[in-house]
């Protein structure tokens, strides 16, 4: 079945710091890729998706770039605020089951002011 | 907000009791998909249903979970003899469909607490 390694949190940031979370996956035949985040206290949003390869996702001044041939969708922000402070979860869909997503562990984001 | 519904948000049982979930989907969505997330762990598959059909249950636990969604009414999710492992975020999600690339969509989960 399908795996996510998602870099290892907690990360804290200050105000208007760049911001890297890693993610590598694997699985069989050609996912789709999504990022989902959660903010305290509430249920998943979906951030940002990507449906091939080199496609980019984007959304809310975040990108994340499909690579197949490194099996990698790492997300970025050039500048980050407190109120992205959030955990943040990376996730493969298993091909043709778009409902079938594998979660990542997720990482946690504080962000300072 | 037409979003996902789901109740209780929270829900606080013994052990042995059972606890049931409720998930009303997306205005226009007849795909429900229940997630379960244990403490320090990502949400993890259970089951997808559409209107009166199970599709899809390949993640749900074999004995105390069922999960059914009727013509009328939400979808529910229902845990039989609760145990503390059942203790967890259980999210509802809903979609129009299932082609691939669509986006599903998700509640604000429920809390399970077993004590």
């Known amino acids: 079945g399908n795996s996510v390694t998602q870099m290892e949190g907690p990360v804290t940031l200050s105000e208007e710091a760049f911001l890297t979370i890693n993610c590598t996956y694997t699985?069989?035949?050609?996912?789709?890729l999504f990022w989902y985040v959660q903010y305290p206290g509430e249920g998943l949003q979906l951030l940002l998706k990507a449906t091939k390869a080199d496609d980019k996702g984007s959304n809310k001044g975040f990108e994340a770039t499909y690579r197949k041939e490194t099996t990698s969708f790492h997300l970025e922000k050039g500048s980050v605020q407190v109120s992205d402070s959030a955990v943040y979860f990376c996730?493969?869909?298993?091909?043709?089951?778009?409902?079938?997503?594998?979660f990542g562990k997720g990482t946690l984001l504080t962000v300072n002011p | 907000n037409a979003g996902v519904m789901q109740n209780p948000r929270h829900l606080v049982r013994r052990r042995g009791q059972e606890a049931r979930l409720r998930c009303s989907p997306m205005?226009?969505?007849?795909?429900v998909y229940w997630y379960r997330q244990l403490p320090e762990e990502g949400l993890k598959f259970m089951v997808y249903?559409?209107?009166?059909?199970?599709?899809?249950e390949s993640g749900m636990p074999k004995e105390r979970f069922s999960a059914e969604f009727p013509k009328e009414g939400p979808s529910i999710l229902r845990i039989q003899q609760v145990v503390r492992g059942d203790s967890a975020a259980y999210f509802c999600?809903?979609?129009?469909?299932?082609?691939?690339?669509?986006?599903?969509?998700f509640g604000e989960g429920s809390w399970l607490t077993v004590v």
């Open positions: 699985a069989t035949g050609y996912p789709s």
């Open positions: 249903l559409q209107k009166e059909n199970i599709i899809d």
């Open positions: 999600a809903s979609s129009p469909r299932t082609v691939t690339g669509n986006t599903i969509y």
């Open positions: 205005k226009g969505h007849s795909h």
């Open positions: 996730a493969p869909d298993s091909g043709g089951s778009n409902y079938k997503l594998t």
